[in-house]
């Protein structure tokens, strides 16, 4: 058998030289300030400034574009700076209508440097048989107080994953954001091409239409407007499909896809843009699924539409049994009861109405399900976008 040697080092060295440190250390101390430890640092402040968590706006301004939609020009109705954004992202209003408090997301129009200049344009449009949007059109008034969330959302352009070129595909009151983009371009804050593909249903459903064509005066922005129902001069005829796509698309190069409007846009757009055969990751959608109809979720349970069960709700120490129905998420039935619930963007990303699933059968839409692997694991949920299939119980963190 071979003989090895082992080597073996001693740390006396380095225990030795860490004790001529202490001297040292404590002579430091001794010459330091004897005032007291700040309450607040610069960067916290600044952390507050930009992330506020909670803000309260007055209504400035009422922009009537027909009944079902207008522009709420929000202000600061304390003195305080608003929350910066990013061009696409969404603001939270936190309203109490009646018994319920309900939270909704409204994509922001205005553009990141209006924010800096003191005010937020948010345009609503009337939902058939929504509970909120109808609420605001019909109640908001100027002078109005209103409670809201800082701005949050990811239907943003950003240049690490994103073509330079974006292609935006709008419809009804999901122009919204592409006013922003389109701004924001135009001011100089975002560093994108946009050709804009603008549909509606006549030139008179055009919201935005001076705006926009004012933007498209820069060379890195394009305004496409798509008829459906109305042949006139200058706009494109039909729907906004891959043939209309690949018509405006920049010849040779990436381009990203953005896509915000309604349900029958998404259906028939979707479906379209699966045609061009672009990566996954070039194309984006916004959309706040409690707009959508349990009914029309692939996957849903038809057998279930419209059948109740009770939903039992543990709260801190309280516990409560209220009605919920299948076809209807379960945040909306929290809301109905009158119980606040953490929630944001209503389609199952942001994670803020995260709750524990104690008992009970639900379905979760797979291409809504935002959670993180251990949530699903561990049994938590998103009632915004989560349907009771049973009597269940929930606890709310």
């Known amino acids: 058998m071979s003989k090895q040697k082992f080597i073996v080092k001693s740390n006396f060295k380095d225990i030795k030289n860490f004790a001529k440190l202490i001297p040292q250390r404590k002579a430091m101390l001794k010459s330091g300030s004897a005032s007291p430890v700040p309450k607040t640092y610069p960067i916290n402040e600044l952390a507050k400034l930009n992330h506020p968590g909670k803000m309260n706006l007055v209504i400035d301004e009422i922009i009537e574009h027909s009944p079902d939609m207008k522009s709420f020009i929000f202000k600061s109705a304390d003195g305080k700076k608003l929350a910066p954004f990013r061009a696409g992202q969404y603001l939270t209003l936190k309203l109490k209508i009646g018994s319920s408090i309900v939270t909704r997301p409204y994509s922001i129009a205005s553009t990141p440097n209006n924010a800096r200049d003191g005010f937020y344009n948010l345009t609503i449009k009337r939902v058939p048989d929504g509970f909120v949007s109808g609420y605001i059109l019909d109640n908001f008034k100027v002078g109005d107080r209103i ?58 459903d055009l919201v935005f239409k001076k705006e926009l064509d004012d933007f498209a005066i820069n060379e890195k922005i394009k305004v496409v407007y798509v008829l459906s129902d109305s042949d ?166």
Not at 381 to 386: L, M, R, Y
Request: some cysteine; proline content about 5%; glycine content about 10%.
């Open 232 to 397: 006139e001069e200058g706009y494109e005829k039909g729907f906004i499909n891959a043939d209309i796509i690949k018509k405006y698309a920049p010849e040779g190069e990436d381009f990203s896809i953005f896509l915000c409007g309604p349900k029958a846009m998404y259906n028939f757009a979707g479906k379209e843009i699966e045609k061009l055969g672009i990566r996954k990751k070039f194309v984006r959608f916004e959309l706040f699924s409690s707009a959508t109809k349990a009914t029309e979720i692939p996957g849903f349970p038809m057998e279930k539409d419209g059948e109740k069960f009770n939903l039992t709700v543990k709260q801190f120490a309280s516990q409560k049994v209220i009605e919920c129905v299948a076809n209807e998420s379960i945040l909306v039935a929290l809301e109905r009861a009158g119980i606040e619930s953490p929630a944001r963007c209503r389609s199952g990303e942001c994670g803020f109405c995260r709750s524990k699933l104690v008992s009970g059968e639900v379905f979760i839409p797979s291409n809504t399900d935002g959670r993180r692997l251990a949530d699903i694991k561990f049994g938590y949920i998103h009632p915004c976008s989560t349907y009771p299939m049973s009597d269940i119980t929930i606890k709310i963190d």
């Open 147 to 204: 409670e809201a969330y800082s701005p949050e959302g990811t239907f943003v352009y950003e240049p690490i994953r994103d073509a330079k070129t974006v292609i935006g595909i709008a419809g009804g009151s999901g122009i919204t954001p592409f006013v922003s983009l389109a701004g924001s371009i135009d001011d100089g804050t975002c560093d994108a091409n946009l050709v804009l593909l603008y549909g509606a249903r006549t030139s008179e």
